[in-house]
Nanobody, 127 residues
Framework: LVQLVESGGGSVEAGGSLRLSCAFS????????LGWVRQAPGKEREVVTT????????VYTDSVKGRFTISRDNAKNTVYLQMDSLKPEDTAMYYC????????????????????WGQGTQVTVSS
């Protein structure tokens, strides 16, 4: 059984920081793609970042480059999203997601390419 469980969301003022965590199990994570996907009210899901686990390569959407960092703790089977310099437009439900490596270079996967999803954690940034 594949499980992804997020935690760490909350409310913060603009300019603040949050760290999201995603504990995962039951998936061949050695050579896969782990990602964070967000969805704001009334908007489509947006992939924020994709981590290629075998080589540790990371890709970010332009709007979060330099502010967000994805990382992984292999011993804890946990992936993190460190979010700094948060902006009101970062407000969304954030989902941890996993997919098999498509072996198409290093790029942001689209939401439909992710096969497994967590339940989501809410991030709210006030101005």
């Amino acid at each position: 059984l594949v499980q992804l469980v997020e935690s760490g969301g909350g409310s913060v003022e603009a300019g603040g920081s949050l760290r999201l965590s995603c504990a995962f199990s039951g998936f061949p994570f050695y050579d896969s793609c782990l990602g964070w996907v967000r969805q704001a009210p009334g908007k489509e899901r947006e992939v924020v970042t994709t981590l290629y686990t075998r080589l540790g390569k990371t890709v970010y959407t332009d709007s979060v480059k330099g502010r967000f960092t994805i990382s992984r703790d292999n011993a804890k089977n946990t992936v993190y999203l460190q979010m700094d310099s948060l902006k009101p437009e970062d407000t969304a439900m954030y989902y941890c997601a996993a997919a098999l490596n498509p072996y198409e270079g290093f790029r942001l996967l689209s939401p439909r390419e992710y096969k497994y999803w967590g339940q989501g954690t809410q991030v709210t940034v006030s101005s």
